[in-house]
């Protein structure tokens, strides 16, 4: 099992920042490819950014590429997501999640996920 607590949303204007970041406890963190999803109001939850084990891999969906930046810290436990140039189509719950399997961008890939955080960007 893999706990997982995301923190570091909050309400942000339009080109503001934030960074989120998800805590892990239980089996080794390390063992696990990492993912942000985000579901924002009447939508479906979708894909954000994953990241390897090692940090060797790492993608985002189109609309973040060049915005958004995922890392991890193995030694803390911890993954986050730098948010940057937010934009209001951005706001949503950001949940991250952990795949024992593939770095993917799909949800049923990931067994482990948070309970999320809401981002909010006014305009």
């Known amino acids: 099992q893999v706990q997982l607590v995301e923190s570091g949303g909050g309400l942000v204007q339009a080109g503001g920042s934030l960074r989120l970041s998800c805590a892990a406890s239980?089996?080794?963190?390390?063992?696990?490819?990492m993912g942000w999803f985000r579901q924002a109001p009447g939508k479906e939850r979708e894909f954000v950014s994953t990241?390897?084990?090692?940090?060797?891999?790492?993608y985002y969906t189109d609309p973040v590429k060049g915005r958004f930046t995922i890392s991890r810290d193995n030694a803390k436990n911890t993954v986050y997501l730098q948010m940057n140039s937010l934009k209001p189509e951005d706001t949503a719950v950001y949940f991250c999640?952990?795949?024992?399997?593939?770095?993917?961008?799909?949800?049923?890939?990931?067994?482990?996920w948070g309970q999320g955080t809401q981002v909010t960007v006014s305009s």
């Open positions: 239980g089996r080794t963190f390390s063992l696990y490819h």
């Open positions: 990241i390897s084990r090692s940090s060797v891999f790492t």
């Open positions: 999640a952990a795949s024992g399997g593939t770095a993917s961008v799909t949800s049923s890939a990931y067994a482990y």
